[in-house]
């Protein structure tokens, strides 16, 4: 089961099946040939996948919407996928004190949304994905087509220690999904591209704040290390 933003969909990232949270289930061997067998399809026969994440969603979203739609599917899943946090991020964007808020209520909404899951699937793995800059941890927001902000890194930076530790807190695991995305974003190419499949497969993001296809790669990359206690 996957839950939270667009880091999980198959939206930007070429279609069906093809997003992170996909491709951890069934990977796209035409695309990924070194990850041939090494899904959890493969792994787990007769496991089934469902995808809640929706494009757009913040903390509001996880817990007004799809965690009422988990709740009415019945389904006691194995492992749960949760990326949230940047579009919550991105609201307060260039206010460093209205962040610093946001960012609180990120964590308190996550910590809601794991008790709820603690309920609702009292069985599942539970993994919790950082959040990425496109930046690269340049700060660099001209040339990204943004305003100033020069707290912008510090900021991600610190969402991310609040998602580590609300996870922390709850049991659940982390996917580094920020460490895997360094250097695929300004130090790469042009993040605000619109293509999904670049011929550059060190750029991952296009729509600046989206996964392309070779960016679900690294999301999936990332989910997959957490599941596995890191072991590839």
Do not use: K
Not at 84 to 113: F, K, M, P
């Amino acid at each position: 089961m996957a839950l939270g933003d667009s880091i999980s969909i198959d939206d930007y990232s070429g279609g069906p099946g093809r997003g992170g949270a996909s491709l951890l289930f069934a990977n796209q061997d035409e695309d990924f040939p070194e990850w041939r067998g090494r899904d959890l399809r493969t792994l787990h026969p007769g496991m089934a996948f469902s995808l809640l994440a929706t494009d757009g969603a913040t903390t509001r979203t996880l817990l007004q919407t799809q965690l009422p739609r988990l709740r009415a599917l019945g389904l006691r899943p194995t492992l749960v996928t949760v990326t949230i946090g940047g579009n919550d991020l991105l609201g307060a964007y260039g206010n460093t004190e209205a962040a610093r808020a946001v960012i609180a209520g990120v964590r308190a909404a996550v910590d809601l949304a794991m008790a709820e899951l603690a309920r609702t699937a009292p069985a599942a793995r539970i993994v919790v994905g950082t959040v990425y800059d496109p930046s690269d941890g340049t700060g660099n927001a001209e040339r990204l087509g943004l305003p100033p902000w020069p707290d912008a890194v510090a900021a991600i930076g610190e969402l991310n220690d609040s998602l580590r530790a609300v996870a922390a807190e709850h049991g659940a695991a982390v996917a580094e999904i920020a460490e895997s995305f360094r250097g695929h974003g300004l130090l790469a190419g042009d993040p605000s591209r619109r293509e999904a499949r670049p011929a550059e497969r060190d750029l991952w993001f296009c729509n600046l704040i989206e996964p392309n296809a070779w960016g679900a790669g690294g999301v999936r990359a990332a989910l997959w290390a957490a599941v596995h206690d890191g072991r590839r």
